[in-house]
């Protein structure tokens, strides 16, 4: 059974750094494409970072602040966010699309989120 565990999320100021963590259990994770979403507030879930098969993606909103990365050895995924805005608050998300799983182009697996408070 796949599991995605987030971790990290807290409260911090604007303009301050914060990363967040994904480990992955149950599966491939080296096979698979990773993503990173967040849903704010009264607010549909939103695409924040991708890192797939093709290269790297980015949501226009956090593009030169955050930094997807990923280690396969720790089946672990993360998003290094900085300067981070009021805006930015929201429950983060992993997620991870498996080429196994009804083919590549939908994410399979979701973690439970991890809260991340930007105060000003």
């Known amino acids: 059974q796949v599991q995605l565990v987030e971790s990290g999320g807290r409260l911090v100021q604007a303009g301050e750094s914060l990363r967040l963590s994904c480990v992955a259990s149950?599966?491939?994770?080296?096979?698979?494409?990773m993503g990173w979403f967040r849903q704010a507030p009264g607010k549909e879930r939103e695409f924040v970072a991708a890192?797939?098969?093709?290269?790297?993606i980015y949501a226009n909103s956090v593009k030169g602040r955050f930094t997807m990365s990923r280690d396969n050895a720790k089946s672990t995924v993360y998003l290094q966010m900085d300067s981070l805005k009021i805006e930015d608050t929201a429950v983060y998300y992993c997620?991870?699309?498996?080429?196994?799983?009804?083919?590549?182009?939908?994410?399979?697996?979701w973690g439970q989120g991890t809260q991340v408070i930007i105060s000003s």
């Open positions: 890192m797939r098969w093709s290269g790297d």
């Open positions: 997620a991870a699309d498996d080429p196994d799983v009804a083919g590549a182009g939908s994410y399979d697996y």
């Open positions: 149950g599966g491939s994770f080296s096979s698979w494409a």
